[in-house]
């Protein structure tokens, strides 16, 4: 499978961005789909993921203002970001499991005013 994220840019405090993940060489309904992000000098983390049946969780910091989602006919995982925070900033990823992970490149995203 590969992955390409994209999307991302540089938004202003409370504004919104949209990241899509694109996939080829292999349909994603069979995988998990995840959406992690790493800050400067900070470790990757969780931030969204996606179950075949469409169950979604959240890191804390990003409930209620995030939503990932997947459209499974077009081989895409998105993640809607509102409320943007400058804590937000970093580096986004998607990546998809099954008994193998899978990732793609990073899509840049930075909340500053």
């Known amino acids: 499978v590969q992955l390409q994220a994209f999307g991302g840019g540089l938004v202003q405090p409370g504004g919104s961005l949209r990241l899509s993940c694109a996939a080829s060489?292999?349909?994603?309904?069979?995988?998990?789909m995840y959406w992690y992000r790493q800050a400067p000098g900070k470790q990757r983390e969780l931030v969204a993921s996606?179950?075949?049946?469409?169950?979604?969780n959240y890191a804390d910091s990003v409930k209620g203002r995030f939503t990932i989602s997947r459209d499974n006919a077009k081989n895409t995982v998105s993640l809607q970001m509102n409320s943007l925070k400058p804590d937000d900033t970093g580096a986004y990823y998607c990546?998809?499991?099954?008994?193998?992970?899978?990732w793609g490149q990073g899509t840049e995203v930075t909340v500053s005013s």
């Open positions: 990546s998809a499991r099954a008994i193998t992970e899978y």
């Open positions: 060489g292999s349909a994603l309904w069979r995988y998990i």
């Open positions: 996606i179950t075949a049946g469409h169950t979604t």
